[in-house]
Structures are given as structure tokens and as C-alpha cells.
């Protein structure tokens, strides 16, 4: 009941992910449709419905276009999993804020980079050029489309590539 649903607009702007619980719940109540569903049957104790895997709401919800939130996962994601001081992929990657928090540093996506344990430690509580070190890319925000923000769920729902396209 955990499995990510796709929420769609009325336009069929993709806004959302809920989980499978309540996206039943809104269809039970009429508040959404099933898009798309492929993924079986759910019984209840008098119904069975099929298990959906997109929705669309009934009613427009308006709203500022959702944004990448900043998250260790996320950080990762944008930059590919790979170290931004030393291009490695690693299994245990962390996060670096490139000016450190105790120089006021901020936490926003323009100040933090993946790093490797290895540069991390190495770096320390330094600045780049006390460090001695050089990031490959300049850390940037993640576009707010919706390929890329529901992006990370494609690889398990792939039936989603059509709706989340374009927007
Ligand atoms: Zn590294």
C-alpha cells in the first residue's frame, strides 16, 4: 500500500506523489479518477478495485510548481552520485557544504556538493582555496520540470515517461 502514485492536475500536470493507501482513498471518495492502473486488484471487504498507479484530481488545485527539495538523496541525484572534488563514485557519499556552516556557509543547493569521505575529510572545515581544491561543476538548483523532479520514481514506474514529459 506503500507504492508511489503518480498525482495528476485536472490539466494532467503532474503534481504529486502519494502513496497507493491514499490514492485509493481519494478515488473512494470521488476526489480523484484512475488513470492508469496495471498493477492488480485491491479487495476491500465488499469491492475490489483495481490498484492504481496514476491518478488525476477532480477539482484544479493551484499552486506554485512543486521544486526539488533539498536532500541529501537529491544532492546525490544532481550530481550523479559522483564526488564533485575527485569525479569517483562512491557507495558511501556525503554532503559538503563548499563554504563551511561555521563561515556562515548556507545550506541551499548552491552551496552544497557530493563528496567522497576521502576529499571530505581532506578538505576538512576549509575553504576551497585553503583546501587547495577545485569542484568540477558549479552546484546549481535542479530544474523544477517534472521529468526531473518525478524523475527518480521512473525507474520502477516507467509507465509514467508519457505523463510526466513536457511538463
Ligand atoms: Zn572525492
Known amino acids: 500500500m506503500n507504492t508511489p502514485v503518480l498525482v495528476l492536475n485536472v490539466n494532467f500536470e503532474p503534481i504529486n506523489v502519494c ?3 491514499r490514492a485509493v482513498g481519494l478515488i473512494l471518495t470521488e476526489k480523484a479518477d484512475m488513470v492508469l492502473n496495471g498493477r492488480g486488484w ?27 527539495k533539498l536532500t541529501r538523496r537529491e544532492v546525490f541525484r544532481r550530481d550523479e552520485f559522483t564526488c564533485q572534488y575527485c569525479g ?22 548552491t552551496n552544497v556538493v557530493t563528496a567522497c569521505p576521502k576529499c571530505n575529510h581532506h ?10 581544491m ?31 514529459q513536457g511538463w
Do not use: C, Q
Open 123 to 132: 578538505k576538512g572545515g576549509r575553504r576551497l582555496e585553503e583546501a587547495h
Open 19 to 21: 502513496n497507493t493507501r
Open 88 to 109: 569517483r563514485h562512491a557507495s558511501d557519499l556525503t554532503l559538503d557544504h563548499v563554504l563551511p556552516r561555521h563561515l556562515s556557509g548556507e545550506h541551499a543547493w
Open 134 to 164: 577545485i569542484l568540477m561543476h558549479l552546484p546549481t538548483e535542479p530544474p523544477s520540470n517534472a521529468y526531473y523532479i518525478f524523475g527518480r520514481h521512473l525507474i520502477e514506474n516507467n509507465e509514467w515517461e508519457p505523463y510526466i
Open 42 to 68: 485491491i479487495h476491500t471487504v465488499s469491492i475490489a478495485i483495481p490498484r492504481p498507479s496514476i491518478i488525476r484530481l477532480e477539482h484544479m488545485i493551484h499552486r506554485p510548481r512543486p521544486r526539488v
